[in-house]
């Protein structure tokens, strides 16, 4: 169970890192760090959309096996915690022009 639960905590990290790659530079120049490194991650966001239907299938896996291995009590709050992950990344993604355009006004 500790594999299921590790991948999809991996699959949610790298999920919310592709869909934060085009805010995240924006971000750091607002604050007064240089954000020209983020954009190696450019061509990654191509691939944003699989990225996140995978990290959401590992987190629903997860979920399923914690299940049928009854150990869900012990292990809902991991559990939780990726799919929220997972859950932000999704908005993020959906939502990312309109952040965009949110940041470029405070600037």
């Given at each position: 169970?500790?594999?299921y639960l590790s991948l999809?905590?991996?699959?949610?990290?790298?999920?919310?890192?592709?869909?934060?790659?085009?805010?995240?530079?924006?971000?750091?120049?607002l604050m007064g760090i240089?954000?020209?490194?983020?954009?190696?991650?450019?061509?990654?966001?191509?691939?944003?959309?699989?990225?996140?239907?995978?990290?959401?299938?590992?987190?629903?896996?997860?979920?399923?096996?914690?299940?049928?291995?009854?150990?869900?009590?012990?292990?809902?709050?991991?559990?939780?915690?990726?799919?929220?992950?997972?859950?932000?990344?999704?908005?993020?993604?959906?939502?990312?022009?309109?952040?965009?355009?949110?940041?470029?006004?405070?600037?």
């Amino acid at each position: 169970m500790q594999k299921y639960l590790s991948l999809s905590y991996i699959g949610s990290l790298s999920a919310l890192g592709v869909a934060t790659c085009c805010i995240l530079p924006m971000t750091m120049m607002l604050m007064g760090i240089g954000g020209s490194w983020m954009a190696v991650f450019g061509e990654i966001a191509a691939a944003s959309f699989y990225v996140l239907a995978i990290s959401t299938v590992l987190v629903m896996v997860s979920w399923l096996m914690s299940y049928q291995r009854g150990s869900l009590p012990k292990l809902k709050w991991w559990l939780l915690g990726t799919t929220a992950m997972t859950g932000l990344a999704w908005v993020v993604v959906f939502y990312e022009a309109r952040i965009n355009d949110f940041l470029i006004m405070q600037m």
